[in-house]
């Protein structure tokens, strides 16, 4: 079975320093790879994916991620974090061909002045 | 979350009693998702349908739970009778193709059993 695990559960930095989430996956196969974003009273909202192809994925809000097969990591990356980026943040991997997702245990992102 | 809308945003009911969440997606899918957010076992997936059909309900917690798709514009997940360990946001959330693409969540609606 897939899993995810997301290592960081918090996370602070500053506003205009870089910023960079890990999340690893288990899977026998090439994933499905997603990250999304999650702001307080509200629902998930995807930041990028990996399906094939180009192994740097670029996203919306400036945000770009890796997948590592060799790693098995797909570590999300900004390099100047603004202050409205605090939110918690959710690695998720699919299976080919089937519709379930299952997601890490998030990462909350603290951004300060 | 565009695409969904989930009523009610907020509910508080009392044990033992019967909860219904609702959800209306508003644009085009294939496939629709239920999830249950809690803060001890994060994003669980509880079932999902695609194309009003379930397919796997794998992750719904106990028979108290039923969720129905009657068409391709409603779904409802229902708690029969609810316990305080339902407590939890729960989300509807749909797939434009029946592929393992990107998901569009609702806002949620917030449980509280007591």
């Known amino acids: 079975a897939q899993s995810v695990t997301q290592p960081d559960i918090h996370i602070t930095v500053s506003e205009g320093a870089s910023l960079e989430l890990r999340c690893n996956y288990s899977?026998?196969?090439?994933?499905?790879l997603f990250w999304y974003v999650q702001s307080p009273g509200q629902g998930l909202q995807l930041l990028l994916k990996?399906?094939?192809?180009?192994?740097l994925v670029q996203g919306i809000k400036g945000f770009e991620a890796e997948f590592k097969r060799s790693q098995s990591s797909f570590n999300l990356r900004k390099p100047s974090v603004h202050w409205s980026d605090a939110a918690e943040y959710f690695c998720?991997?699919?299976?080919?061909?089937?519709?379930?997702?299952?997601f890490g245990t998030g990462t909350k992102l603290q951004v300060i002045p | 979350d565009a695409g969904v809308i989930q009523s009610p945003r907020h509910e508080v009911t009392e044990m033992g009693q019967e909860v219904t969440l609702r959800c209306k997606p508003i644009s085009g899918h294939n496939s629709l998702f239920w999830y249950r957010q809690t803060m001890m076992r994060g994003l669980e997936l509880l079932i999902y349908?695609?194309?009003?059909?379930?397919?796997?309900d794998s992750g719904m917690p106990e028979d108290r739970f039923s969720a129905k798709m009657p068409n391709a514009s409603f779904s409802t997940l229902k708690i029969q009778p609810s316990e305080p360990r339902d407590s939890a946001v729960y989300f509807c959330a749909i797939s434009p193709t029946a592929l393992n693409t990107e998901a569009f969540f609702g806002q949620g609606t917030r449980l509280t059993v007591v």
């Open positions: 998720a991997v699919g299976e080919r061909g089937y519709q379930k997702v299952t």
């Open positions: 990996y399906f094939s192809g180009d192994t």
């Open positions: 349908f695609n194309n009003n059909v379930p397919i796997d």
């Open positions: 899977y026998g196969a090439t994933p499905y």
